[in-house]
């Protein structure tokens, strides 16, 4: 994808001290003059340059925020977004932010959980990549080249265009965007069997601080690394990447199940503990656990979910063999193509088409906060029973079980910054979903979030207690505006990146030293902190 280089940099002195002369022009009208002088005037940039003012304003920034927490009248709001459509917008909008001393967040499909994508408390400037989201499939060579600003649907709706042989293992919600999917690791419910998605990218175009685009080859090897799973958005804008296709059969096999506490669901969730990461690398067996209120009686269902990539028999011959305690069989398990399982998987009605995946919007926004944690050891059948219990009480958290094992064990935990590798059974997601508007209603879902995530303390991971970036938890630490010292930053960064995080703040100090690319959970430059010994 090849892109022409405009001269950026040759006038960005010039322009520091023409703009610092017209200051006393209206910023807006300032910072727009500068991103025209400084990207290619087809397509003109005016036409994707929102201010609060523009009758398009409020809809552009609303369209991605996907949690409802930060659409409240009190959230900060960006001074302009950009949308751009061509890559010398990017170049033109990190520049002008740089001479205008705004902050730039980049939000590709704003499914960010505690909204740093879009929010800041400082002056900002919202990059918003919805506009560069070209899918371009290869299959003869197997590969794609897809930008930031695709969904995830938009993805595999334009690998099944071209063929029913070939998929890219990655998350199961279609409207999740590519940049920070991938930036941030990207799993799915082919990991078991073929990893995550940074570890089938090929290639990528970013456009650094200074205005540079660089691909896999300019960019450097530690560059290349740090952005495949230590979170884009502290090293540059990542345009687009190139990936590489996987197999997968014609006919994969997919289940769901539900149990609940008087149908042995206690049982079958212990057992599952013991099959899930061991069990062939084709079969993934998900686990949602949500509190139920009967009539008479408080409850726990258990949600058994499955990706086969294989036909009924031999899912079946496997099951009997594996884990025969959930009863699998033909009445309760469906055979499809690898594409219409993503629809499967995103709770779509049988017979939906494939086209649903090109839909940007997703069929629901609540009030949410999601946390994460990683389990090592398998949980007693007491301290699972003392787990749902406390869900019971609590009413209203639900929890998401992943398996690893397969292909995830092969991988050394240094290959990329995602450091989750062996020795992980699988992975906890927390999720709290709410719909009243109140601040006191937010207060109490969080409370109830953060006590079931208090009372796990002892059952996963800990030194560091290890959670998934793009499950992004501000509770872990921020950044105070940007700047923190490595210490500080170290609480929150080794719990996503383990020991990565010090390599990680290394290519940081390199690429960009004066800490352009900042927000709450950033990586720090050790040219403006210093770096413990």
Request: contains cysteine; proline residues 5%; glycine residues 8%.
């Amino acid at each position: 994808m090849g892109t022409s280089r405009f001269a950026i940099l040759s006038v960005f002195s010039a322009l520091v001290l023409h703009f610092s002369l017209t200051m006393s022009d209206p910023v807006q009208d300032s910072f727009l003059q500068c991103l025209s002088h400084l990207s290619a005037p087809s397509p003109p940039i005016s036409g994707v340059f929102y201010t609060p003012t523009n009758s398009s304003y409020t809809y552009v920034l609303q369209s991605y925020i996907q949690n409802l927490r930060f659409m409240s009248p009190t959230t900060p709001k960006p001074q302009f977004i950009v949308a751009p459509s061509h890559v010398s917008h990017v170049q033109a909008t990190i520049i002008c932010c740089k001479i205008h001393g705004l902050q730039l967040r980049i939000r590709s499909g704003g499914h960010d959980y505690d909204g740093l994508s879009y929010v800041s408390d400082v002056p900002f400037v919202i990059l918003d990549m919805f506009n560069l989201r070209a899918v371009s499939v290869d299959i003869e060579n197997e590969w794609a080249w897809v930008q930031s600003g695709a969904t995830m649907g938009e993805l595999y709706y334009g690998i099944a265009e071209k063929s029913s042989k070939y998929g890219f293992p990655a998350g199961v919600c279609p409207t999740v965007g590519v940049g920070g999917h991938f930036s941030g690791g990207g799993y799915g419910n082919m990991m078991r069997k073929y990893g995550l998605s940074v570890d089938h990218v090929l290639d990528a175009q970013i456009v650094d601080a200074n205005g540079r685009i660089l691909d896999g080859e300019s960019m450097g090897e530690d560059l290349f690394w740090a952005i495949r799973g230590g979170g884009g958005a502290s090293f540059g804008v990542i345009v687009a990447w190139k990936i590489r296709l996987v197999p997968v059969p014609e006919t994969v096999t997919v289940f769901r199940v539900e149990k609940t506490l008087e149908q042995g669901a206690l049982d079958l969730l212990h057992r599952w503990q013991y099959v899930a990461d061991k069990i062939h690398e084709d079969l993934f067996i998900r686990v949602v656990i949500l509190p139920v209120n009967r009539k008479d009686h408080k409850t726990i269902k258990a949600k058994f979910v499955s990706l086969f990539l294989g036909n009924s028999e031999r899912l079946l011959a496997l099951m009997n063999e594996s884990f025969p305690e959930l009863g699998i069989n033909s009445n309760n398990s469906d055979e499809m193509s690898w594409v219409e399982s993503i629809i499967y998987w995103s709770n779509y009605v049988k017979g939906t088409p494939i086209s649903v995946l090109l839909d940007r919007t997703p069929q629901s926004r609540k009030y949410l906060k999601k946390k994460s944690d990683y389990v090592l050891v398998p949980l007693s059948k007491t301290d699972l029973e003392g787990m749902l219990n406390t869900m019971m009480e609590l009413q209203k958290p639900a929890l998401t079980l992943n398996p690893y094992g397969g292909r995830m064990s092969e991988i050394s935990e240094c290959e990329t910054p995602f450091p989750h590798r062996a020795g992980n059974i699988y992975k906890i997601q927390y999720s709290v979903t709410w719909k009243e508007e109140s601040m006191e209603a937010a207060d109490h879902y969080l409370n109830m979030i953060r006590r079931i995530y208090d009372y796990m303390t002892p059952y996963v991971s800990k030194s560091p207690r290890c959670s998934y970036l793009n499950y992004r938890d501000v509770d872990l630490g921020v950044n105070q505006n940007g700047h923190v010292s490595y210490e500080e930053a170290s609480i929150w960064g080794t719990k996503y990146f383990k020991n990565n995080f010090d390599r990680l703040v290394q290519v940081k100090s390199r690429v960009d030293p004066d800490n352009f690319f900042r927000y709450e959970q950033s990586i720090p430059s050790v040219r403006n902190y210093v770096m413990a010994e």
